[in-house]
């Protein structure tokens, strides 16, 4: 059963999807899934590549971008930056709690100069807190 949350119009985060998720997503309009979950993470994970099975079966793109435990770097951030202005669609991005995923957004956001008090209210909307990294939203945010 999925657990997704509505970050803003154009992204929902998601603790780790399951199969039966792809066409509530699907429904949901969603256009392209992002697995921010290294393979193997845990025993009985759902791998990344059975999942874009199912996404490509449902029409919809998807993207690996995986985050691990030693977080996150440049190269992460532009791939999110790149995968979050490919599609005009909802995007549903998932990773074990669904906390990677939306921090993961909210320094892709603030590459593209969106505003970190924003981004901090949106990711509170969908029940994920920013603070840890908040410090380098503002440095992103700046930077544009």
Known sequence: MSD?????EAFIASPQIGLEDIAEAKAR???????????????GQIAGDAIAAAAHAAGM??????????????????AMADALASTDGPILAY?????????????AQAKQ????SVIASQAANGG??????????DMLSAGR
């Open 4 to 8: 997704f949350r509505q970050i803003n």
């Open 29 to 43: 309009g969603v256009t392209l899934v992002i697995n921010n979950r290294p393979d193997d993470e845990e025993p």
């Open 61 to 78: 793109d998807y993207r690996a971008i995986p985050v691990t435990h030693a977080g996150f770097g440049q190269g992460q951030v532009d």
């Open 95 to 107: 990773c074990r709690s669904g906390t990677r995923s939306t921090l993961l957004w909210a320094l």
């Open 113 to 116: 100069g969106v505003n970190p």
């Open 128 to 137: 994920y807190d920013v603070s840890p990294i908040r410090q380098l939203i």
